[in-house]
């Protein structure tokens, strides 16, 4: 079974840092581009990050560009968000989600993980 | 500000069709037949309902289909039914550089 499940998601003080967890089973983690999409409370989804299945590309949201860094393990099959600078307006559902390639349209979704920003 | 723009609501009774545009440029949605649409809920995890413009992946029901012309791409959902009542996303390839866009979701109230 396909499954991709995120961990590290906690409540965080502004400014501070935070690194995401993404374990993928079932598939062959390094054929797969990965994503990174967040939705914060009451909005809509919004891509943050992604990365192809080598890790060589990568594209950031302007909104987290410069603070956050995608990466990922293919021997280990997971993805990482490294956050850091956190601000409020990050508080989120972060999901991570897979494509069979970078640019197509994720297919498979995890379940997310909550990050919140707050004093 | 989302790159692709649905409509913010639709609604429809029991039995209708509804249809949710998304529309784009030529650098994506018109540029390519990658779009694919999304079932969700909020703080769960999106479900993939439409895939290339028109695909189903299996076990989404045939009610469920997509189209696209020009640079405006469409779900449309016949025989609506309750357990329809959910946001719906479409997301589309935007070239090598920005990978994926995604629209701002539209509200499906079934009445």
């Known amino acids: 079974e396909v499954q991709l499940v995120e961990s590290g998601g906690v409540l965080v003080q502004p400014g501070g840092s935070l690194r995401l967890s993404c374990a993928a089973s079932?598939?062959?983690?390094?054929?797969?581009?990965m994503h990174w999409v967040r939705q914060a409370p009451g909005k809509g989804l919004e891509y943050v990050s992604g990365i192809n299945n080598n890790g060589g590309y990568t594209y950031y949201a302007n909104s987290v560009r410069g603070r956050f860094t995608i990466s990922r393990d293919n021997s280990e099959n997971t993805l990482f968000l490294q956050m850091g600078s956190l601000r409020p307006e990050d508080t989120a559902v972060y999901f991570c989600?897979?494509?069979?390639?970078?640019?197509?349209?994720?297919?498979?979704w995890g379940k997310g993980t909550t990050v919140t920003v707050s004093s | 500000q989302s790159a692709l723009t649905q409509p913010r609501s639709v609604s429809g009774s029991p039995g209708q069709s509804v249809t949710i545009s998304c529309t784009g440029t030529s650098s994506d949605v018109g540029g390519y037949n990658y779009v694919s649409w999304y079932q969700g809920h909020p703080g769960k995890a999106p479900k993939l309902m439409i895939f290339d413009v028109t695909r189903r992946p299996s076990g989404v029901p045939d009610r469920f289909s997509g189209s696209k012309s020009g640079n405006t791409a469409s779900l449309t959902i016949s025989g609506l039914q309750a357990e329809d009542e959910a946001d719906y996303y479409c997301c589309s390839y935007a070239g090598s550089y920005t990978f994926v866009v995604f629209g701002g979701g539209t509200k499906l109230t079934v009445l």
């Open positions: 079932g598939f062959t983690f390094s054929t797969y581009g």
């Open positions: 989600a897979r494509s069979p390639w970078a640019g197509h349209p994720p297919d498979v």
